[in-house]
């Protein structure tokens, strides 16, 4: 900065001509401020909050491709890769879709046995999971349905998914028949001869084990479409599903079950952060300075900061999300030390009115230079992939200059509205036992033995380079909650009956994309024994769905042997039977597996972590994919 000849920097010469005008005006700028403040409180009315925590994987493409058998070295592991020509894979609609007649693949399926579906309605899932040693007596089956009819008078509950919707084959003869594995229809009562039905085609069902039905057979899924339903939905759900508690245990999981969660704990943790905030921060004001003024101003800085900050996100967009309810604490805190900077001045120079003025324009420059440091290393994060970081980066940053501007505007005025401080108020802070004693003592202890202080901080540094990369990852959200909460254990239970929510997709295209490629015996055949390796190998993987998997159920049923037969004829019949069981569902559940003309296939995996029985983990992932 240029120097005048008073010795003051243009930058001073400025800014103590603004501070003049502010406090000349004084009365007007705290009446801007006020309303200011009142239009970003009705703006705090339309602040969104968005709980889904897997917005953190929103913009980052997952590696889902893998190198073909065939590309793979003699000896090496198969490897993930990420392809230049990228296309994120999207499972098909849920719901049943016309197909093009192709006689040598499909085979016609008569319209009354298609059940279509709504999927656009019913964009969530509500999963419910039941545990009973009871659970193929008649008694437990009636409830079930019972409780399954009551589910489905509920307009936000759509199609399910479950045991008694499924469809299962059976060899009569020496044809393959495509049963329902419930035996009953709608609005008959279970006997005991059908409950053993029931049970016999279940289980027997190799593809619904670890799907539908545990490893055991004593815990089943049911599994709804449903549109977002909000905690007070979600109670009306358990209500009904309450009986079942009876006699058994049960478990609910579900899209918005975890948003709802999510959503309570950010108002509560908030609350409780904000509260700590306030409290330390107020504590810190009154031993630095001993005066009411020293802590009900700032404070009040604060709480219009945080309105402020708030009240732009939500003109902005910005949601409220896990990492942005972090933001106020933020603002609170930071903004906070351009508080004790001006009050410094104003206690240093209270004595002389004018001198105060050009310590607010000094003082000023500090607190914009901080401002703008402190802006620049949270602005930095808009370069992040995730939104969820740019937008916090980007809240934060705002708040920060809010603070900065009002630190300047708000607190100059207010303070000329109150009396000078006594001298020995004055007095006592500048010479405070307290924190002024501490730094003193800090400071000559750091002037004294600065060679001590300098190796400590490089051993510091050293130490980060060593243990940077030995910090543990984690990415299962059940870690975020408190682990007695009752989601929590709902959700460990699923995983370590059912094995995990979401399966591990893996998609494989045949080369030149060509037609049925995985119609043909030899090629279905490497994939269905690359299957059964990796189940074999690693134990986090309880199932997988795929073609390769059913054709062999398939065709255990049909001639007693679980793998792929030998004759391209027989896959192509086994094929049909699939296609008339999908198109039976009336679901995408199936659909996902292969592609209209047999050239590109879904293995589907449904993983958890088998070594902390829990939901799956990044530790889990590495395993899948090594």
């Not at 069981?581 to 879904?602: A, F, P, Q, R």
């Amino acid at each position: 900065m240029a120097e005048t000849k008073a010795g003051k920097s243009l930058f001073v010469r400025v800014f103590e001509v603004i501070i003049r005008l502010i406090l000349k005006f004084r009365i007007f700028v705290l009446i801007a401020i006020a309303a200011t403040t009142v239009f970003f409180i009705y703006q705090l009315f339309s602040l969104q909050i968005d709980a889904n925590i897997f917005s953190f994987a929103s913009g980052v493409p997952p590696a889902e491709y893998v190198m073909t058998p065939e590309e793979a070295p003699d000896g090496e592991p198969l490897r993930y890769l990420l392809p230049a020509d990228y296309v994120k894979f999207t499972p098909p609609a849920y719901g049943h879709e016309e197909r093009p007649e192709d006689e040598e693949l499909h085979v016609e399926i008569p319209v009354n046995m298609i059940q279509g579906t709504e999927y656009d309605s019913f964009p969530d899932g509500f999963v419910v999971i039941f545990s009973s040693s009871l659970l193929y007596t008649p008694e437990v089956l009636n409830l079930i349905s019972d409780v399954m009819a009551e589910l489905e008078t509920i307009d936000i509950v759509g199609p399910c998914l479950s045991p008694f919707d499924f469809v299962t084959v059976e060899k009569r003869g020496t044809r393959l028949s495509i049963t329902p594995i419930s035996p009953i229809a709608d609005g008959e009562e279970w006997t005991e001869e059908s409950a053993a039905i029931f049970k016999e085609r279940l289980l027997s069902d190799d593809m619904a084990r670890n799907y539908l039905y545990s490893e055991d057979g004593n815990t089943i899924m049911l599994y709804y479409r449903t549109r977002g339903y909000s905690q007070a939905q979600q109670d009306v759900l358990n209500s009904i599903i309450d009986p079942l508690r009876d006699y058994g245990r049960v478990a609910i999981n579900g899209g918005s079950s975890i948003i709802n969660r999510v959503t309570y704990y950010i108002f509560k943790d908030l609350g409780i952060l904000l509260s700590l905030c306030f409290l330390i921060i107020l504590l810190v004001y009154y031993l630095s300075y001993k005066s009411l003024r020293a802590v009900i101003v700032p404070s009040s800085l604060s709480i219009i900061g945080i309105i402020w900050t708030l009240g732009m996100m939500s003109l902005l967009g910005i949601k409220l999300t896990i990492v942005s309810i972090l933001t106020p604490c933020l603002v609170l805190t930071l903004g906070s030390s351009y508080s004790v900077h001006m009050l410094s001045e104003y206690f240093t120079e209270a004595k002389d009115p004018k001198k105060a003025v050009l310590g607010y324009a000094r003082i000023s420059k500090t607190i914009l230079s901080a401002c703008l440091t402190t802006i620049i290393g949270f602005i930095s994060m808009l370069i992040c992939h995730t939104p969820m970081f740019r937008e916090f980066g980007l809240s934060v940053s705002i708040g920060i200059f809010i603070c900065a501007v009002l630190a300047i505007l708000y607190l100059p005025s207010v303070l000329s509205f109150l009396p000078q401080p006594k001298a020995n108020k004055v007095e006592k802070i500048a010479h405070g036992k307290i924190l002024g004693g501490f730094i003193h003592f800090v400071g000559v202890t750091v002037t004294r033995f600065w060679g001590v202080v300098l190796i400590v901080f490089a051993i510091i540094i050293v130490l980060f380079f060593y243990t940077h990369d030995k910090v543990p990852f984690n990415s299962n959200y059940v870690d975020y909650f408190p682990q007695n909460d009752q989601f929590v254990l709902d959700t460990k239970f699923f995983a370590q009956t059912m094995g995990g929510t979401d399966p591990y997709y893996m998609e494989i295209v045949a080369p030149d994309r060509e037609p049925g490629f995985f119609l043909k015996s030899e090629n279905i055949k490497k994939v269905f024994d690359f299957e059964n390796t990796v189940m074999e190998a690693c134990p986090d993987i309880v199932q997988s769905l795929s073609l390769p998997q059913y054709v062999g159920f398939l065709n255990k049923v049909y001639s007693g042997t679980n793998d792929i037969p030998e004759s391209d004829g027989l896959i192509n019949f086994l094929y049909r039977i699939l296609q008339m069981m999908k198109s039976y569902l009336g679901t995408n559940v199936l659909d996902v597996l292969v592609n209209e003309d047999g050239s590109v296939i879904t293995l589907a995996m449904r993983n958890y972590d088998a070594y902390e029985q829990n939901l799956q983990t990044t530790a889990s992932a590495k395993r899948v994919e090594a």
